[in-house]
């Protein structure tokens, strides 16, 4: 049997259609649409991810989110209306771990769940941890630390941060970020990875120093910057 996904959506016959086709691509499904107790039933130990709607009756969407992020990292994947930036973007922030606006193609929804499962799939042998100045990131125990205390991160952000840390002083373009934290191809308009990054950012701070851990390059994508030694400079 595939994994197990809920739907949560007040769309009944939106939720029939995509039940039906992503039961044909092996997945188990399940849809509610928007009870206060659906939060209890996705925590249920019973689901490998969620398929969230937005716009729901009576509890918003990202209501329903920041609840279930403020006990579980379940794998989320958001719902939003065509064009709706600011929803986008608040799902982001608040741990979503993919979005897709409405309407979109079945096909790519499926895509969308697989590369989210196989991004926070357990590792069978975890890579070792990578130590950057005062930041050590454990792939293991997947925890981030900042001198030693541990920054509470979402499952997209510390793939990110992995990605970032492992190639530090190096520049890591936007394509290759959206291959491997959230497994598709970049397109040059969607700002997944800007909007992790800018979270990402707030978490971890800059280095003792003062200077950016995380830099932007203009038209190519992003460098974690070594700090800067004693009486030396960035490497």
């Given at each position: 049997?595939?994994?197990?996904?809920?739907?949560?959506?007040?769309?009944?016959?939106?939720?029939?259609?995509?039940?039906?086709?992503?039961?044909?691509?092996?997945?188990?499904?399940?849809?509610?649409?928007?009870?206060?107790?659906?939060?209890?039933?996705?925590?249920?130990?019973?689901?490998?991810?969620?398929?969230?709607?937005?716009m729901l009756p009576g509890a918003n969407g990202l209501d329903f989110l920041r609840?279930?992020?403020?006990?579980?990292?379940?794998?989320?994947?958001?719902?939003?209306?065509?064009?709706?930036?600011?929803?986008?973007?608040?799902?982001?922030?608040?741990?979503?771990?993919?979005?897709?606006?409405?309407?979109?193609?079945?096909?790519?929804?499926?895509?969308?769940?697989?590369?989210?499962?196989?991004?926070?799939?357990?590792?069978?042998?975890?890579?070792?941890?990578?130590?950057?100045?005062?930041?050590?990131?454990?792939?293991?125990a997947r925890l981030v630390r900042r001198q030693g205390t541990a920054v509470p991160?979402?499952?997209?952000?510390?793939?990110?941060?992995?990605?970032?840390?492992?190639?530090?002083?190096?520049?890591?373009?936007?394509?290759?970020?959206?291959?491997?934290?959230?497994?598709r191809e970049f397109s040059p308009f969607d700002r997944s990875v800007d909007t992790?990054?800018?979270?990402?950012?707030?978490?971890?701070?800059?280095?003792?120093?003062?200077?950016?851990?995380?830099?932007?390059?203009?038209?190519?994508?992003?460098?974690?910057?070594?700090?800067?030694?004693?009486?030396?400079?960035?490497?």
């Open positions: 049997m595939g994994t197990r996904l809920l739907i949560i959506d007040d769309d009944v016959e939106l939720c029939e259609l995509l039940a039906e086709y992503l039961r044909g691509e092996g997945f188990c499904v399940d849809f509610a649409h928007g009870a206060s107790s659906d939060v209890e039933r996705a925590l249920s130990g019973n689901y490998g991810l969620v398929v969230l709607d937005v609840q279930l992020r403020a006990v579980s990292a379940l794998p989320v994947l958001m719902l939003t209306a065509k064009g709706s930036a600011l929803d986008r973007v608040l799902g982001l922030e608040l741990g979503a771990d993919d979005y897709l606006p409405k309407p979109f193609d079945p096909q790519e929804l499926a895509a969308r769940i697989r590369a989210i499962l196989r991004r926070t799939a357990p590792k069978i042998r975890p890579p070792e941890g990578i130590v950057v100045g005062d930041l050590e990131v454990d792939p293991g991160v979402t499952t997209v952000e510390f793939d990110l941060l992995e990605v970032l840390a492992r190639s530090a002083g190096r520049v890591v373009s936007r394509e290759l970020l959206a291959r491997a934290v959230l497994g992790h990054v800018y979270n990402l950012r707030k978490k971890i701070g800059p280095h003792q120093d003062g200077s950016e851990r995380i830099k932007g390059v203009r038209g190519i994508g992003y460098l974690y910057t070594w700090p800067i030694a004693a009486g030396g400079t960035h490497a």
